[in-house]
C-alpha cells in the first residue's frame, strides 16, 4: 500500500519547492504585520505573479455598528 507524507500549514509555508514556485505573496497588513498569504493559482503566461491586499480588518463578532 501506498502512502504519502500529511502536508500541514508550518510545513507548506517553508516548503522551497512553494517558494521557488511563487506560491505565496508578502502583504503588509495594519495589525499582523508582514505576512505570507497563499497567491492566486494562476498566471499570465510569461507574467509575475498579481500582486495581493492584506485582508480587510472587520469588526469583531457583537461589536455595535
Do not use: N, Y
Request: aromatic fraction near 8%; hydrophobic fraction near 50%; avoid cysteine.
Amino acid at each position: 500500500m501506498a502512502a504519502a507524507e500529511v502536508a500541514v500549514p508550518a510545513g507548506l509555508i517553508v516548503d522551497p519547492h512553494l517558494a521557488h514556485r511563487g506560491f505565496f505573496s508578502e502583504v503588509d497588513h495594519p495589525d499582523w504585520g508582514r505576512r505570507r498569504l497563499i497567491g492566486l493559482p494562476w498566471r499570465v503566461a510569461g507574467q509575475p505573479a498579481f500582486a495581493l491586499r492584506p485582508p480587510p480588518l472587520l469588526a469583531p463578532v457583537g461589536a455595535a455598528r
